[in-house]
């Protein structure tokens, strides 16, 4: 008997619909659901802590309570970043530990831990917390390939994991790129080496192989494969759960489960489809076979795509494709997935934009300094020089990452109780939503996030900004599509191929950008109705080689500055960017704030 692990509820609608569904759309077929009787049900951990709390004004906490309540016979499960848990960068122990408590005391059961470079020391904490805690942990390794990813190397890997006290183990295949041979040699060389713990094949259906890799995977003896209800399945998304199980029915591997159920499950999901079809990327649905020689998973690349098309370089799509390639290897084969994904990703626009290596993000540094663990295979010496000096040796981390930070719960709660009197704190998990985004969590606890859209208002209007920006990206070239959909105001006299008004995000918020004639920009819409007009040039202006946001503005007026000292940091492509001073002399003026977008070119200080 093979056994499911179903998705619908995270890593389905984080594939296909943004991670956008609400737990209002959840909770009326959840029962149902619980009837079924899956291995475990994923419906927490990776992008939906971020998402619920920048996008969705929905406390993580609650829905998985509710998830809890309504769903008591299946095990829940979630998915957590190892040392990163449900966020970017590494948290210290006592934050990791207690965050798997909270998660277990509210309703997890089981814990599915991964790292993004099956480095397995940073697995160690959040496996050791949640066993003390009574969860189940399922050990899993991100699956890539390159010549250090062999089947020995994941056999190997595996062993460990079942020694250091893992209950089951899965091949976490994100990019959907496992062939049926590979899938079939991990899991019978797992099999073969005597490793007892049942075995689950995690993947996604972007290659078109993924069908085919789950029959061999069971023929291997895989005990658990990974699917999501039917209207939610397919694409970048994992193959449907109501295909597997009638795909197995009489044979050996029959789930048992019951067929009509799931199509009555189905019915149900098909409403949130449509519901939900602002959020539908026609790309998202197409084969995709390409990926198993760039290797970038489907979450990726559109996000490379936004990030090329914020900075105006939409025509430079294939060559970031060979140039991430390049950079996966040179930075020594890591595993394309969050967060190692995003530092490959943003340093390879970063070098077809700039040259290479000559914009280097922190984030960068930092993977090379070991930051995020040790990479699979040796960084090459020569990019090791270009990102961290001449005396590159020096800065290089041996210990786990973690080793270097020092606990911070008791100081953040401190931090926390002195902001508005205490009162952000109902409940002890309120510190973990601070510490793991301080800034958005914050904002959210001091009930200014706004959702972006509710149960009751879908589906959106066609002619809503996200029903519009979902129109655009699935027919780039049918202009005239695009006037039609545009309010009728808008329609009159506007000649449609040139955008005058731009929809930006600045911190989940949207802003509408106006382009006036002068050259200066004018932000009206959510936060602000408050114009800025600045001259586009001066004597000794410094501007920004990049679009993003100020984050940090590092001088201030009347500071003497030297050539190459850092005056700002943008983030740009979720990454922190520095920006330093090309030449030496003092702030005479600072044109932008931090919190302000910034594009290409734009101004950003006088320094004379
Ligand atoms: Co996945």
């Keep these: ?98 965050f798997i408590y909270y998660a277990k005391k509210n309703g997890i059961d089981y814990f599915r831990i991964f790292d993004a470079l099956n480095d397995l020391r940073n697995m160690e904490t959040p496996m050791k917390a949640a066993k003390e805690n009574g969860g189940h942990v399922q050990a899993c390794l991100s699956y890539t390939i390159s010549p250090i990813h062999t089947v020995e190397y994941f056999v190997d890997k595996f062993k460990q994991l079942e020694k250091m006290g893992a209950d089951s183990l899965c091949i976490k295949d994100m990019a959907g790129m496992i062939s049926p041979k590979r899938a079939y040699d991990i899991i019978k060389g797992c099999k073969d080496e005597g490793i007892k713990l049942p075995m689950d094949l995690h993947s996604h259906c972007t290659s078109g192989m993924t069908g085919m890799a789950y029959q061999r995977a069971v023929e291997a003896g895989a005990d658990i494969l990974d699917t999501a209800m039917s209207p939610i399945s397919g694409g970048t998304a994992a193959p449907a759960t109501e295909s597997v199980v009638a795909a197995l029915q009489g044979t050996e591997w029959d789930t048992n489960y019951d067929l009509a159920l799931l199509i009555e499950c189905r019915e149900y999901f098909l409403k949130i489809w449509e519901k939900y079809r602002h959020l539908h990327r026609f790309d998202a649905l197409k084969v995709d076979p390409s990926v198993t020689l760039h290797q970038v998973p489907g979450g990726m690349l559109s996000n490379l795509i936004f990030q090329l098309e914020e900075q105006g370089a939409r025509d430079k799509y294939r060559e970031i494709l060979t140039e991430t390639a390049r950079v996966r290897e040179e930075l020594g084969y890591p595993p394309l997935v969050t967060p190692t994904s995003q530092v490959v990703g943003v340093q390879a626009v970063m070098n077809v934009l700039h040259g290479r290596y000559k914009v280097i993000p922190k984030e960068t540094k930092d993977y090379c300094r070991g930051m995020y663990g040790k990479p699979p295979a040796e960084i090459h010496p020569e990019i090791m020089k270009k990102v961290l000096g001449p005396k590159w040796k020096e800065e290089v981390i041996e210990c786990r990452p973690s080793d270097l930070l020092k606990p911070i719960w008791n100081e953040k709660k401190k931090e926390l109780m002195e902001i508005d009197g205490g009162r952000l704190i109902k409940k002890d998990e309120d510190i973990m939503t601070y510490i793991l985004y301080s800034a958005v969590g914050l904002k959210f606890l001091k009930g200014e996030a706004r959702a972006e859209f509710t149960s009751d208002q879908l589906p959106l209007p066609i002619d809503h900004q996200f029903t519009r920006a979902m129109i655009k990206q699935s027919f780039p070239e049918h202009k005239q599509l695009w006037l039609e959909i545009e309010p009728p105001e808008k329609r009159k006299g506007t000649p449609a191929q040139i955008p005058t008004e731009y929809e930006v995000e600045v911190d989940g918020e949207p802003y509408t950008v106006k382009v006036i004639p002068t050259g200066g920009f004018m932000v009206a819409g959510a936060g602000s109705a408050a114009a800025a007009a600045k001259p586009t040039d001066v004597e000794g202006g410094v501007k920004s080689n990049m679009q993003g946001t100020i984050l940090k503005i590092k001088v201030k007026k009347g500071d003497k500055v030297k050539k190459g000292t850092i005056i700002a940091t943008v983030e740009a492509m979720k990454m922190e960017q520095e920006i330093s001073s090309e030449r030496e002399g003092e702030v005479k003026e600072i044109f932008v704030k931090e919190g302000m977008p910034v594009a290409n070119g734009d101004l950003l200080m006088q320094i004379l």
Excluded at 25 to 33: E, Q, V, Y
Excluded at 51 to 78: C, F, G, H, S
């Design 1 to 98: 008997m093979v056994q499911l692990h179903e998705m619908i509820f995270r890593d389905a609608h984080q594939s296909l619909l943004a991670t956008r569904m609400r737990t209002e759309d959840m909770l009326p077929i959840a029962s149902k659901i619980d009837q079924v009787g899956f291995f475990s049900l994923e419906i927490w951990g990776g992008a939906t802590f971020d998402v619920a709390i920048r996008y969705l004004n929905e406390d993580p906490w609650m829905r998985l309570k509710k998830l809890k309540e309504a769903m008591p016979n299946t095990p829940l499960q979630m998915l957590e970043r190892a040392m990163n848990i449900v966020a970017y960068w590494n948290f210290p122990d006592d934050v990791v530990e207690k």
